[in-house]
């Protein structure tokens, strides 16, 4: 279950999936409960791997909403977290270079929506220093 600092932002949520959240164990999670752990930051160390086989399957797997959400929501996680996790770094930037390198090549992926597209190339443009701090 959540650690209850985390628990605390979760309790006045209007979402029934932000609930489940609460009353299930890790192993009891669904896709969905995993996405709100994804968009809300929350247990990457445990959620990431689980997305990571989604994303081996489409890398344009939807979220809650929208073709390509679930990566775009992997670039909006924390610098700090990479730094610390260069492994799932390097995993994801090569992910979102083949997404990249399929956009420009595939007419059927253009529906993508143009900010995730530029989240994606700003991800694997940005100079985040897995190595330590400047």
């Known amino acids: 279950m959540l650690p209850e600092e985390i628990a605390e932002n979760f309790k006045n949520a209007r ?42 399957d489409d890398p344009l797997i939807p979220g809650l909403f929208s073709k390509g959400e679930v990566l775009y929501d992997v670039t909006r996680i924390d610098d ?16 979102i270079n083949t997404v990249l390198d399929k956009l420009e090549n595939d007419s059927d992926t253009k529906g993508i929506i143009r900010e995730y597209v ?7 443009d940005s100079p985040i220093n897995t190595t330590g701090r400047d």
């Open 15 to 56: 979402s029934a999936v932000h609930i489940r959240v609460l009353k299930r164990t890790l192993s009891e999670y669904t896709w969905a409960e995993w996405l709100i752990c994804l968009k809300e930051k929350v247990l990457l160390e445990q959620c990431l791997p689980y997305v990571s086989e989604k994303l081996d």
């Open 118 to 124: 530029e989240a994606y190339r700003s991800f694997v």
């Open 80 to 95: 700090d977290f990479w730094m610390s996790h260069q492994d799932w770094l390097e995993y994801f930037r090569t992910i």
